[in-house]
């Protein structure tokens, strides 16, 4: 069993920047593909970046490429995303998820979920 924290979300101005956190409480991260996903207010949840458990492979949602970098670091069980040029638009909830060996868009693939940080970007 895994469980995420996430953490660094918070009120922004537009074309500011956070980062975010997310760490494993339970099992180590090194095998596990994680995926970053965001659910606005009325909307549905939505992919934004995820990455392979070897962190050679990144993977990222059309409105958030050149804005937005996913990154891990195995030895803290830690992945992170940086988040450049916010947007009003980057207004959500943001979750992390792992899943076993791969990383994947879909978030239905994911089995383990963080509690979901605040980014609200103001304009």
């Known amino acids: 069993q895994v469980q995420l924290v996430e953490s660094g979300g918070g009120l922004v101005q537009a074309g500011g920047s956070l980062r975010l956190s997310c760490t494993a409480s339970?099992?180590?991260?090194?095998?596990?593909?994680m995926g970053w996903f965001r659910q606005a207010a009325g909307k549905e949840r939505e992919f934004v970046a995820a990455i392979t458990w070897t962190g050679d492979s990144t993977y990222c949602a059309d409105s958030v490429k050149g804005r937005f970098t996913i990154s891990r670091d195995n030895a803290k069980n830690t992945v992170y995303l940086q988040m450049n040029s916010l947007k009003s638009e980057d207004t959500a909830v943001y979750y992390c998820?792992?899943?076993?060996?791969?990383?994947?868009?879909?978030?239905?693939?994911?089995?383990?979920w963080g509690q979901g940080t605040q980014v609200t970007v103001s304009s």
């Open positions: 998820a792992a899943t076993i060996q791969y990383a994947s868009t879909d978030y239905r693939e994911y089995p383990y």
């Open positions: 339970g099992r180590t991260l090194s095998r596990y593909g």
